[in-house]
């Protein structure tokens, strides 16, 4: 099985389709449809680590089906100086500061973070990310008291996307949605809040919980 196999064969397993894979692994998901189809050339170890990271398999999985531990004389390949420290890059993970409160990060008062969560790498790379404490009970069973709430400062919200508003110097977690005549709100368990007084928004990407 080749590497566009072997990459084919895994996103199906997992139900994935090239999007959905193109979004968990932030590779371009032409890139994706260029390895299964057998267009592009050996990916690289950075495009096989990031592979790995979203189809949640080690990569040495992927560097044999790709023929990086193999060579025509059926030699293991030895990693240059420069693909090990990529892939250890990217096997490191992200610190993301966990705050209680919305804060703006521009002038003073900046609060300090209460504790820090790790992103993989590949999959944080290139957003803004912070993470949040949540407290109350208006988007449960969705998001609960004491969850935190990974989000991205930079993704402009979509509807029915879960986000984070500043309103009045107050956080309000809810989801974004439109009235009849297209004008933005967001709805939780203590109703409906218009956005016209919103200061900043941030889209929820993920949900980190206690179980204990």
Known sequence: MNIGEKIKSLRQIRGLTQGQLSIKSGLPRTTIASIEN????????AVLVKLATALNV????????????????????IETPDEILERLRLASPIAVP??????????DNVEAPIEYIYL???KATGKNIEAYLIKGQCMEPDI?????AIVDRDTVPEK????LCLINNEIVIGRYLMDKEGKPYIQNGHG????????ATAVVINIS???R
């Open 144 to 148: 609960r008291d004491g969850d935190i």
């Open 120 to 122: 993989a790498r590949p």
């Open 192 to 199: 409906k809040h218009d956005l016209k007084e919103c200061q």
């Open 58 to 77: 080690d990569v040495s999985e992927l560097y044999e089906a790709a023929g990086i531990y193999a060579t025509e004389s059926g030699k293991r390949h």
């Open 38 to 45: 057998k267009i592009s050339a050996r990916p690289s170890a």
């Open 160 to 163: 029915g996307n879960i986000i």
């Open 209 to 211: 919980r206690n179980m």
């Open 98 to 107: 966990v705050y209680t409160d919305f804060v703006i990060h521009a002038g």
